[in-house]
Nanobody
Framework: QVQLVESGGGLVQAGGSLRLSCAAS????????MGWFRQAPGKERVFVAA????????YYAYSVKGRFTISRDNAKNAGSLQMNSLKPRDTAIYYC????????????????????WGQGTQVTVSS
């Protein structure tokens, strides 16, 4: 199994940027699809972005497309989420997630498709 640890959250003004990191340990990170989700207070955890094992394909929620960029470095067992033009509605706890894939690479966009989760990192965007 893989263990995930997020970092890089914090407080930023609207229009600013943050870069979240996800450090993976345990098993070969390149065997896992990866995604980012977020959860605002009192709301469900929702999909933000996903990337396939090789890093060759990405997918974004409509609300962040064009502002956020997901990436991964399998050699370093790490992933990241670059967040630009942040808005107050982006305020949430952000979670890194991973799912082991044995055969085909594909994008995963629901919480049910991920078996491994980090503890989350708080992102707060002030207006």
């Amino acid at each position: 199994q893989v263990q995930l640890v997020e970092s890089g959250g914090g407080l930023v003004q609207a229009g600013g940027s943050l870069r979240l990191s996800c450090a993976a340990s345990g098993r070969t990170f390149s065997s896992y699809a990866m995604g980012w989700f977020r959860q605002a207070p009192g709301k469900e955890r929702v999909f933000v972005a996903a990337i396939i094992r090789s890093g060759g394909s990405t997918y974004y929620a409509y609300s962040v497309k064009g502002r956020f960029t997901i990436s991964r470095d399998n050699a370093k067992n790490a992933g990241s989420l670059q967040m630009n033009s942040l808005k107050p509605r982006d305020t949430a706890i952000y979670y890194c997630a991973a799912d082991l894939e044995l055969l085909y690479e594909r994008i995963h966009t629901t919480v049910y498709e991920y078996g491994y989760w980090g503890q989350g990192t708080q992102v707060t965007v002030s207006s």
